[in-house]
């Protein structure tokens, strides 16, 4: 009995070392690819544009309480105002006429100042986004040994993955 025991003990030994061997020997050569999805970033790059404005600017105003025009058009305003009617109704007219037209050429000068303008060329600048997308690679999702991971490639691998000593092999396959 003892003998069995033996024998069948060798036996169980040489059978396990044979099935690790057996693992061993048949270490898979490649990953099976699952999905493999290509990973893009978006990026703003962003620059100055600049371009020459015509821009208008009242001119500076030389007489700013508009004395001139008021006195221009009181005399005027005066001159008219006599022409019409006689004795008190004429200075009445007159007064009348210079207060009018005071007020008239007062209102004309203002309108022209406002008009008097000058032109000069401005630089105008904004920032403006160049956008344009970067390829960062694939994220690679595989399946090795039963497992399921994810593994970023600089390129597409296709169906599979090939792997050396039980590690993935990630360098893209030689040029021809």
């Known amino acids: ?6 024998v069948g003990a060798v036996a169980v030994t040489a059978l396990a070392a044979g099935g690790v061997g057996y693992k061993v020997m048949t270490k898979p050569v490649f990953a099976e690819v699952v999905a493999a999805k290509e ?3 978006t990026v703003k790059t962003p620059r100055e544009e600049c371009e020459d404005v015509a821009v208008q600017h009242q001119a500076p105003v030389k007489d700013e309480h508009r004395i001139a025009g008021t006195v221009v058009g009181a005399v005027a305003g005066g001159l008219l105002g006599s022409a019409i009617g006689g004795g008190t109704g004429k200075k009445v007219a007159t007064v ?3 207060a ?8 004309v000068q203002k ?9 000069t060329t401005e630089r105008r600048c904004k920032t403006v986004y ?6 960062l690679g694939y994220d690679v999702t595989y399946r090795l040994d039963g497992r399921q991971d994810v593994v970023r490639m ?4 296709g169906q599979q993955i090939p792997v050396k000593d039980g ?7 030689a040029k021809n």
């Open 154 to 157: 600089a390129f597409d691998p």
């Open 100 to 107: 009018a037209g005071g007020y008239a050429g007062n209102r």
């Open 130 to 135: 160049d956008t344009s997308v970067k390829h």
């Open 111 to 119: 309108n022209l100042q406002e008009k008097d303008v000058q032109t």
């Open 96 to 98: 009348a006429g210079a």
């Open 1 to 6: 009995m003892v003998k069995g025991i033996v």
């Open 167 to 173: 590690k993935l092999v990630l360098d893209p396959p």
């Open 39 to 41: 990973v893009k970033e």
